[in-house]
């Protein structure tokens, strides 16, 4: 997809044709995104409103539609590509996306038109079992209506987040491959959380507890799972391991959850310890 990227690169009609292009047509509008992104990683946030305007006005159609997805993602990976532009690290973005995904979630963007009553609705006539357990939870003074909401939206929050950090990865492979090949890669493998960045979301975690915003505990984990993959990304480099062993990882950590766990448990773990660090040092 290179190609594409570069041609894209050559003036701000072209980026504006391709964003708008991939954005309208169903199911490429992480293209739309990653487009998007490029451009403000490269020339800049002001330089790049042209290019975000002709993503973000068929993405709103179909928000319209009732698909938030693509405009979400759009806004999201546009916030990330600002910060990573600025700050030059992927952990401080992924920080500041985790928490823009988290105040969408917290604002009720992600919920169907109507709430969760018309979803809890379909749920009872369609299974006998969920009506009677919905029952049950109601008597016992559970919100359900509110807990199927905070469901709908985390899952479809998590959703967005995961692409957006995926149409910025694209985006920086594409901008690495133009003006600095091999740049993304080493970029990627050396990512990890700093101890006071890993403490700034142990802290806002904590102040989502205590102020009651569950939204915050749904997604601060995803920049930790993304420096954790990371970590594998730089180990079987250093080691110059088959690419086949990536595969299996990500079979492994799509399909199981205990991949997920002891990747989020190494990356809190490589925090303090920097293992690729370590391993540099010991070849």
């Known amino acids: 997809m290179l190609p ?7 003036g701000t ?7 708008a292009a991939a954005t309208v047509i169903p199911w490429l509008f992480w293209l739309g995104a990653a487009i998007a992104a490029l451009v403000t990683l490269r ?29 979400a993602s ?16 992927w952990s401080e973005a992924l920080i500041v996306g985790a928490l823009a995904g988290a105040a969408m979630i917290q604002l009720g963007i992600f919920l169907p038109p109507g709430g969760a009553g018309p979803v809890l609705d379909q749920l009872r006539q369609g299974s006998p079992e969920v009506a009677a357990m919905l029952d049950d939870l ?6 359900t209506e509110q807990l199927a909401g905070l469901l709908i939206g985390g899952v479809t929050g998590l959703v967005v987040l995961l692409a957006a950090v995926a149409c910025l990865a694209l985006a920086r492979s594409w901008q690495a491959g133009l003006y600095n090949p091999g740049g993304f890669r080493e970029e990627f493998h050396a990512l990890r ?5 890993l403490l700034v979301l142990f802290v806002l975690g904590a102040v989502g507890m205590v102020l009651g915003l569950p939204s915050l505990g749904m997604l601060l984990w995803v920049p930790l799972l993304v420096t954790g993959i990371a970590l594998v990304h730089g ?3 250093l080691k110059g391991m088959n690419g086949l062993w990536l595969v299996a990882f990500y ?11 002891i990747v989020l448990l190494a990356a809190l773990t490589d925090s303090f310890a920097d293992f690729r660090a370590r391993l540099g040092r010991s070849d």
């Open 4 to 10: 594409v990227a570069r041609w894209m690169m050559r």
């Open 74 to 89: 759009i806004l999201l990976v546009t916030l990330m590509a600002v910060v990573l532009r600025a700050r030059l690290r």
């Open 138 to 143: 109601a008597r016992q003074g559970m919100p």
């Open 193 to 197: 959380l700093a101890p006071r960045e």
């Open 235 to 237: 180990f079987i480099g």
């Open 13 to 19: 009609p072209q980026a504006v044709l391709g964003a």
């Open 251 to 261: 079979v492994l950590l799509i399909t199981t959850w205990p991949m997920i766990l």
């Open 43 to 71: 020339r800049g946030l002001s330089a790049a409103l042209p290019v975000i305007v002709a993503a973000a006005v068929p993405a709103g159609w179909w928000w319209t539609r009732g698909d938030v997805i693509p405009l």
